[in-house]
Nanobody, 114 residues
Framework: QVQLVESGGGLVQPGGSLRLSCAAS????????MRWYRQAPGKERELVAG???????NYADSVKGRFIISRDNTKNTVYLQMNSLKPEDTAVYYC????????WGQGTQVTVSS
């Protein structure tokens, strides 16, 4: 079965950094686009970044220049390096893949606060 497990969230001060990881299993990881979404309280879930099987990357304008998405196909893992964090980055971050169905991890909480 498809499983996505996020980790790496936590509490960080503005300007700090975190690296999120998403460990994937149950499908041929290297063949699929992997995406990071986030959802803040009272707001709609939004796409943060995506990376294709060939390494093509897209970012939301709000994180461009601060976040870096990458993948390691030997480890079936996608990462989100988050730098220069702002309070508005506070959200639950989710890993996502679209195969026969759409799959989501359980999410990892990122809180940016002084």
């Amino acid at each position: 079965q498809v499983q996505l497990v996020e980790s790496g969230g936590g509490l960080v001060q503005p300007g700090g950094s975190l690296r999120l990881s998403c460990a994937a299993s149950g499908f041929t990881f290297r063949n699929y686009i992997m995406r990071w979404y986030r959802q803040a309280p009272g707001k709609e879930r939004e796409l943060v970044a995506g990376i294709t099987s060939g390494g093509t990357i897209n970012y939301a304008d709000s994180v461009k220049g601060r976040f870096i998405i990458s993948r390691d196909n030997t480890k079936n893992t996608v990462y989100l390096q988050m730098n220069s964090l702002k309070p508005e980055d506070t959200a639950v971050y989710y890993c996502n893949v679209r195969w026969l169905l759409e799959y989501w991890g359980q999410g990892t909480q990122v809180t940016v606060s002084s």
